[in-house]
């Protein structure tokens, strides 16, 4: 016995591989060139026999795969189907019975479910845990005590060799030398006996985990086969259904394509609707009788209020409000008034928008009518001075006075010849002047319709033709300039149905001329007041210009000056007003065409 050597420990068993013999023989302590024992080629033989079982279970298994795949694919199928028929109908009883049948086989695969896990419960988990603690949990334990006996034989290892060094010196003391010689084999014997142990309970315990497990899986996977291939067989009858479906959803699919596409139409149709109506709310609250959101756009609008004003008549033109609003203006103006002499002389938004209706209907009539007479004025050197403070030296007043009453004829006739150019509007606006004014004041009617006629169209382009832009400023000299003041005054004193006094005696050689020409112009006014029959309507804007271009333009100064707007609703106690407006610019979008509407954002800042 070799008690000085040292040995060599032992490796700790490792888990097996249950297709090897040589290295489970070699882990048992049999060595590389010995005869494997009889006992290790039975396990051959059985290991072997777990092969051709694997290889069973892996066909069972690519069996079931193929069943699982084969169900999968039709209740997919079937399913798919089934909700594409419910998306092109709400008929629930086109398709009840396949509902039932699908209902039937989804019943059926929940069961075998359930019974697969049932399965799963007894043939493997169940098994695996008895196992477990048969043969594993041992093992381990074995194990654990090899290696606590393993430790204590290496202390008693290492205190033999620290006495066997110090037994060569005079100190040393043999009879511990031998106690511990003799220990050590003790501990020695013990230490191999444990080991066997736990080699023999760990070989014992890998060969039953593996092939055990092997058999658990084996019977599983066969009562899976069963469970599957019976669930299978209760769905087969499903393929039978997909012809009928299919027949089913094909008809849907054109019932449901024709209501979408109709659907679709109708969204289309709103929402184009809607885009073309979208300023319809605006309309109707700029065209309200009162004028009061006019009024406040207007007078808010500082210098741009005479283009403002151009493009409110032309939106009210297109949307055909124009006239209506100018008559019911016309009917709460005279309503208001106490003396038919003050219509429309002073600075409303009625007569505003009436005195811009005409200059915008009318500007190439007046153009037609008065022009000729203009040029030949301002290329003129005749003198129609009588005013003889004034007149310059060698002019004669009666001489000067008879060119004056001479262009005042020219002028009068002119305008009077000219009823059957005179713009529809005009006739159908001065005929609803005239009525209602005679419905209060029963002999102010030609009074009324010469006033404005004259007044507010006819009498500034004369004064001031270049206002309407009949000639350049550069054209009229002053004498020119002083003539055309001369002839507004007797044209506007004719259609007053006044007469000049001492207040302006220099003028009275004009009465004569009233009084010649009075029942000629108010012949012309009773037929400027009559509409004559089969006239077409007259557009200076079309709807579709309107909604292009003038509407985003009033909505973007509205916009712009909304501050002001507001104040001015409130001042004229029509705060009602405000939400309202606010809510429909909130609808609208802003114009992004050729109007900038960064003009919104570029107000100057309050001051404080």
């Known amino acids: 016995m070799n008690f000085g050597g040292k040995r060599k420990p032992r490796a700790t068993p490792a888990n097996l591989e249950w297709n ?13 060139d010995g005869v494997v024992p009889p006992e290790f080629e039975e396990l051959d033989v059985k290991l072997k026999e777990m092969q051709n079982a694997f290889s069973l279970l892996c066909k069972l298994g690519k069996k079931q795969q193929k069943y699982i795949t084969n169900h999968n694919q039709t209740g997919l199928a079937v399913s798919s189907h089934l909700i594409e028929l419910a998306s092109v109908s709400k008929d629930i009883g086109l398709f009840s019975s396949t509902l039932q049948n699908l209902g039937d086989a989804q019943m059926a695969c929940e069961n075998s479910r359930i019974e697969i896990r049932n399965k799963i419960q ?33 202390g008693i290892s290492k205190s033999l060799q620290n006495v066997i060094a110090e037994a060569a010196t005079p100190s040393g003391d043999p009879l511990k030398l031998y106690q511990l010689y003799y220990n050590s084999r003790l501990s020695q014997t013990r230490e191999e006996s444990k080991y066997n142990e736990a080699a023999s309970a760990l ?17 599983l996977m066969i009562e899976q086969h069963d469970v599957t291939l019976s669930t299978y067989s209760s769905l087969n009858h499903l393929k039978a259904l997909e012809e009928d479906i299919m027949k089913q959803i094909a008809s849907g699919i054109v019932i449901s394509e024709n209501k979408k596409r109709a659907k679709a139409e109708e969204e289309e149709k709103r929402k184009a609707d809607a885009q073309e109506n979208k300023y319809d709310a605006l309309v109707e609250i700029l065209s309200q009788p009162d004028l009061c959101l006019m009024n406040s756009v207007c007078v808010t609008a500082g210098s741009e209020q005479e283009e403002i004003l151009r493009t409110i008549i032309k939106i009210l033109d297109a949307h055909s409000k124009t006239m209506p609003i100018i008559k019911q203006s016309i009917t709460n103006e005279v309503g208001a008034t106490q003396n038919p002499a ?20 009318g500007r190439a009539y007046l153009t037609n009518v008065i022009k000729p007479f203009v040029d030949e004025i301002c290329t003129s050197t005749i003198s129609c001075e009588v005013d003889s403070s004034k007149i310059s030296a060698g002019e004669d007043v009666e001489t000067n006075m008879m060119n004056l009453l001479s262009y005042c004829q020219t002028f009068l006739d002119a305008i009077m010849g000219s009823l059957d150019a005179c713009p529809l509007p005009f006739r159908d606006m001065m005929q609803h002047l005239q009525s209602e004014v005679m419905k209060r004041f029963p002999t102010a009617g030609y009074i009324a319709v010469a006033g404005f006629i004259f007044l507010r169209f006819f009498c500034p382009a004369i004064s001031a033709p270049e206002s309407q832009e009949v000639v350049t400023p550069a054209q009229i000299s002053p004498k020119a300039r002083r003539t055309f003041v001369l002839i507004s005054k007797v044209i506007q004193c004719l259609a007053n149905g006044a007469k000049f006094g001492q207040k302006e005696a220099f003028m009275l050689p004009c009465n004569s001329f009233i009084e010649t020409n009075q029942q000629a112009c108010n012949n012309f006014l009773a037929a400027l007041s009559t509409i004559p029959p089969q006239q ?12 292009a271009i003038h509407l985003p333009i009033l909505q973007c100064k509205i916009v712009q000056n909304l501050d002001l707007i507001t104040s001015s609703l409130i001042s004229y106690k029509n705060q009602n007003l405000v939400e309202p407006l606010i809510s429909i610019l909130g609808d609208l979008e802003y114009y992004t065409g050729d109007i900038n509407v960064e003009i ?3 107000k100057p800042p309050k001051k404080k």
Not at 203 to 219: P, V
Not at 342 to 361: E, V, Y
């Open 20 to 32: 090897s013999v040589e290295r489970l023989w070699y882990t048992t302590g049999g060595s590389m």
């Open 122 to 154: 007894t043939r493997f988990i169940q098994p695996v845990d008895t196992l477990t603690h048969a043969f594993v949990n041992p093992a381990r334990d074995a194990k654990k005590s090899w290696e606590a006996i393993k430790k204590d034989d290496l």
């Open 203 to 219: 070989l014992e315990a890998t060969w039953m985990r593996d092939f055990k497990f092997i058999t658990f899986c084996i019977d």
């Open 342 to 361: 003050t219509l429309f002389r002073g600075n409303s938004t009625a007569t505003k928008l009436m005195s811009a209706f005409t200059k915008m209907t």
């Open 536 to 547: 077409e309507d007259y557009k200076m804007c079309s709807l579709e210009e309107a909604k």
């Open 600 to 602: 919104i954002s570029s």
